[in-house]
């Protein structure tokens, strides 16, 4: 059974960052909603597995409702 794979697997995490954030350049703030959807959709399709989806979706969550000082679990993106 698969499971979400959290260790740090990008070559160079920081680029990858500066792509998203240059993504969203120019957009107005329901541009970007909708360009983040798009990319979610995408990643989803991707991943091709409803169980690990589903497992990547309850790591987002729990990961907004943390308290901001706590120590972000290895190899997740907030």
């Known amino acids: 059974m698969p499971a979400l794979d959290t260790k740090?697997?990008?070559?160079d995490p920081d680029a990858a960052f500066v792509a998203l954030v240059a993504a969203h350049r120019d957009l107005s703030?329901?541009?970007?909603?909708?360009l983040d959807a798009a990319?979610?959709?995408l990643l989803a399709n991707h991943i091709g597995d409803a169980e690990v989806l589903h497992e990547a979706i309850a790591m987002a969550r729990a990961a907004i409702r943390a308290p901001t000082d706590a120590a972000e679990p290895q190899?997740?993106?907030p």
Do not use: Y
């Open 8 to 11: 740090p697997r990008l070559g």
């Open 29 to 34: 703030p329901d541009e970007s909603r909708r």
């Open 39 to 41: 990319l979610v959709l």
């Open 75 to 77: 190899g997740t993106v």
